[in-house]
């Protein structure tokens, strides 16, 4: 049973609680491995970096204190899994490799599909302490080492995480001190107003030593708190627009606030109108994180770090990468990813994430992003992640955050080796394959060449065609009896203009650009012809229908899995393959029957189209 | 100041709370009006009737102890705004004429708009005294004599209210005794499995002996009771269908329960598949009603009434009259209205429903039915009923109660003169009108032509063409690029069958089919010409252009009208209908963009459509 485990499974079940340093929980987990026989040798500054070296018979594992840490779990790995260690200095690509947990106070975590919070229930800090070092063991093993505990949106009183309830954070981040991960906290830019001040004004004194103050107390009681995380003017949350001050004004305060302790700012860019009215067709919402923050590049003081999720929109199933990534070059910045699966099937629908990853640093040169972060898909599911194989994308983005040229097909496998010690070779493929697959299928029978934003309003599973068409939300198909989409190029809403010249131009013409976001950038007529001579419409029809019997393939191949798998994992696996075969069918016939019903075209295949 | 009075503004602002009988109130309420020397005679056996007699001088009221109550009432308002008496005794068409409040045990109520319960709170009944005596001489006033005091959706433990809780019902009950308002519960069906029985099966002895000893206890407590509303197997509330057991088993079940205290079972008909799937196209949710209780009709006992919603639908602002209340002959009915604007504008957007009344019972002979119920539209707002003018909604359904051949402009007139004692004839002549045709003018800008159902899912407020449409509720328009509509006639899903011979041939062509019904019974192209020779589609152009214009004409006569209003209803309705005309304005773009894009159909007039 390593239902709760995850890729853990063949380690020591628990570890002694008296741990407390990296190197010490490096050694506890080697000695469960008297197999491997390795010296650690701690090497101060090298802090996360390690190497492992081989001379004769003696094996010898140099590294910083954290870095003896990761070459530990890496030497097991590759032990277990049959690899070879790799040569030479081992270093994370990103030195801030951050998971963003939307838990709030009361329990309820945002947009969370593995139950409960495991850091608060009902407005208090609560947790099960074997539980946050099960947690915290997970996290290193694949190398993260910043967790902000709190919703980006401090809402439910969660202001008091900096004021009475600190105590409660001090020592919820003593149990994740040993493993080598430093705790964040969301802040209220607004909170200077609980505290009797008139104004959260960042150019005004008294906010500025208000928030000095704050930073005094709180870094007091947890020291090597890594920094705050700041929501700000972005979906009504309070921010220096109310004052008439810029983002860089609201950042750079905060971040001189916390600079004497070593603290950092992450600022999220999450900044668009969502009070858009449907009628405008000019103001087009993936344009915003440029248009707000490019005039700031440069702007911003050393310790703030922009966060910039991966996509202009908002972690639609396709997007390509957000130009505020690709276009400022003098902006410390994050790439935000999301492990929660808000748009992707809710930890229903299976949808592995290391190959849109993969997709992502095409476009991205890795270096253009000095951290990374991700919205965590934790909670207090007794598998932790809601389902058994989300677990992929959890130690996943912990690869690719430490080294962002790893291979999609490599994690996966090594993860399902690790995973599930009793697959066959022939098993493990199969299980790869379907996971490497699983984003394609969902993105066939969702919503088609990137349109984006068919789902359910609010809830965000399952189809409604119109659901955000009317919306304030900046979030449009326009699709009438002739076309759909919306034109992003240099003759419609200008949004290519953003992007570097060759994506640009790449983008910009419908013949180049790429097939899986042509929705995305052009409005296309349904009887256009598509490279591969079908029509738009046409197209659409075959996405859905194959995307389901996809799904139904899927289904086949995680029956022969069943027997391998450890009894809890193939209850949770076989409740919801059923349903996401169910959402399959509805999103297959919904979208459907609603472009059939708007164009009049029927399907070459006469396969069943509703009316 | 009348906001919280409303039509009782030139009334006593309160009564003594000494007064145990209607004769009491009676006498008293006259007592304000030392102009009016009637003499009151006691008739006991007149019970709820009432005559006005002249002779010579001398003014004599004759009638029962509730009659005399609805004498005095009447003469005071005939004295108020200058009518004359009628003549001759004078009787209520249906003796039970109800209120259905949906109130919770938190305090929320379902559908209501007029802020929270003025019954409960908190898991309690609480209540403010004088509130409530001040709602039981507004219902008094106009005749209404029974109140279900609790959510027909028995939610929120509010069974409680037939257990630990009936004492504080009991005290409740006592308030609105003397105002000849007895109180009704809303029972949950399953409850003697909240007492230890393994069934809540009507047909065993030992349910049946549940009842009975329950039934017992609760009129112990309150001697007056009029009975219990219930609302099964619907909309995933428990009911006989859980036993394989019919609606008649359920409902006579409980009936011999409550018989021996002269209680009657209100059993309501709102029985459907809400797991209808969409590409279901034979299933048809008008049709529900109907096919569930007709085979069943004679089969209920003598005190069972069966309630059913004036439409087949769910108080959409046009439907057909429900086909249930007319084809049953051997069964009590009541018919069911909606006070509360759950559809109809949500006490934002005016809709005046005296003119809809009188449309129903066109269709639907009064003596057709024995009683008559609605859902209450009351809270705990300052002005009761939300939007001042919904308190016409009120006022109006207590005399429809009582005289269903009332006529609606009568009814308007009345309350305006009772309501507003400063306005002028001209003054009352533009409200009376305005509200009117306040139900036409909602009518056109939302959802055309009886088609229904365009609105926001579950909130119910606001367009959304194709909000129910792949919804499990039965809920379809089946637009398409070339028509709208579900074919309901004897061709398509026979819906229309169900109606007595006139009306299923009336209904049956579209040509003699009322237009204002159209797309409730058709399939109709856009470009099929209209009666008065414009297409469909120029149809539905022209109703929500004109809608949102004649909201802004609505604007200017209230402006008018605003130096002679209270200060506090003029805040309240000007604030109101600014957010109806926004409302307006979102209806009109929403829907005819929705059809333009289907149709790609320009408009005649050249106004503005967006893309």
């Excluded at 992450?266 to 005039?295: G, H, I, L, S």
Aim: charged share 25%; hydrophobic share 40%.
């Amino acid at each position: 049973m390593n239902t709760d485990r995850l890729w853990l499974s063949r380690f020591a079940p628990t570890l002694p609680d008296i741990l407390k340093t990296p190197l010490e929980v490096a050694h506890a987990e080697l000695a469960a491995f008297p197999e491997l026989s390795v010296e650690l040798c701690l090497q101060e500054d090298m802090h996360e970096q390690w190497a492992f070296e081989k001379n004769g018979n003696r094996e010898l594992l140099r590294g910083g204190m954290q870095g003896l840490l990761y070459g530990a779990y890496t030497l097991i790995f590759s032990h277990l899994s049959h690899q070879t260690m790799p040569d030479g200095i081992q270093s994370p690509a990103y030195p801030l490799r951050m998971l963003n947990c939307w838990d709030n106070l009361s329990g309820r975590i945002e947009r969370g599909y593995a139950g409960r919070s495991l850091f608060f229930e009902d407005g208090s800090v609560s947790y099960d302490p074997d539980r946050i070092r099960t947690l915290a063991r997970l996290l290193a093993s694949c190398g993260i080492n910043t967790l902000c505990i709190n919703n980006v949106n401090v809402v439910e009183n969660a202001q008091r995480l900096m004021e009475d309830l600190l105590p409660d954070v001090a020592s919820l981040a003593a149990l994740f001190r040993p493993f080598g991960i430093r705790l964040m906290l969301s802040c209220d830019f607004a909170l200077p107003l609980r505290h009797g001040l008139s104004t959260a004004d960042p150019l005004d004194s008294q906010v500025q030593d208000f928030w000095r103050d704050r930073a005094a107390l709180i870094w007091e009681a947890i020291p090597d708190l890594a920094g705050f995380v700041v929501k700000a003017d972005s979906e009504h949350r309070p921010g220096p627009f109310t004052y008439g001050r810029t983002h860089a004004d609201g950042a750079n305060m905060l971040a001189r606030a916390v600079k004497p302790f070593g603290g950092i700012i992450v600022w999220r860019a999450f900044v668009y109108n969502c009070q858009q009215d449907w009628r405008d067709t000019v103001t087009d919402r993936p344009k915003a994180a440029y248009e707000t923050y490019m005039p700031l590049d440069g702007a911003f003081d050393d310790n703030v770090i922009l966060q910039i999720k991966n996509g202009p929109y908002d972690f639609q199933v396709r997007e390509p990468v957000s130009p505020a990534l690709l276009g400022m070059h003098h902006t410390h910045l994050a790439m935000e990813l999301q492990l929660t699966q808000e748009y992707t099937g809710q930890q229903i629908d299976l949808f592995s994430m290391p190959p849109m990853w993969e997709e992502i640093f095409c476009d991205l040169p890795p270096e253009r992003i000095g951290s990374i972060a991700a919205v965590a898909n934790f909670g207090r599911d007794r598998c932790i992640v809601g389902h058994p194989f989300a677990a992929v994308n959890l130690y996943g983005y912990g690869r690719i955050a430490w080294d962002p040229h790893a291979r999609a097909e490599d994690i996966i496998r090594t993860w399902c080796t690790l995973t599930y010690p009793s697959f066959t070779l022939d098993a493990c493929t199969k299980l790869t394959d379907l996971l490497l697959g699983s984003r394609r299928v969902y993105e066939k029978y969702t919503s088609p060449l990137a349109l984006c934003w068919m789902v359910v309003p609010a809830i965000h599973y399952g189809p409604s065609p119109l659901g955000y068409e009317f919306t304030p939300w900046g979030t449009f198909n326009r699709a009438d009896r002739d076309a759909v989409g919306i034109d992003r190029t240099s003759k419609g809403t200008g949004y290519v203009l953003q992007y570097p010249k060759a994506l640009r131009e790449l983008y910009e013409d419908p013949k180049t650009c790429p097939e899986y976001l042509l929705l995305f950038f052009h409005r296309v007529r349904y009887d256009a012809v598509m490279k591969d001579g079908r029509t738009l419409i046409q197209r659409i029809y075959d996405d859905h229908f194959e995307g389901y019997e996809e799904v139904e393939a899927m289904e086949n191949v995680l029956q022969e899995l069943y027997p391998l798998l450890p009894p809890e994992d193939r209850e949770l696996v076989s409740a919801r393959i059923a349903l996401q075969k169910a959402n399959a069918r509805e999103w297959r016939d919904v979208v459907n029957t609603f472009f059939h019903r708007l164009s009049g075209m029927d399907d070459l295949k006469h396969r069943k189209i509703y009316d």
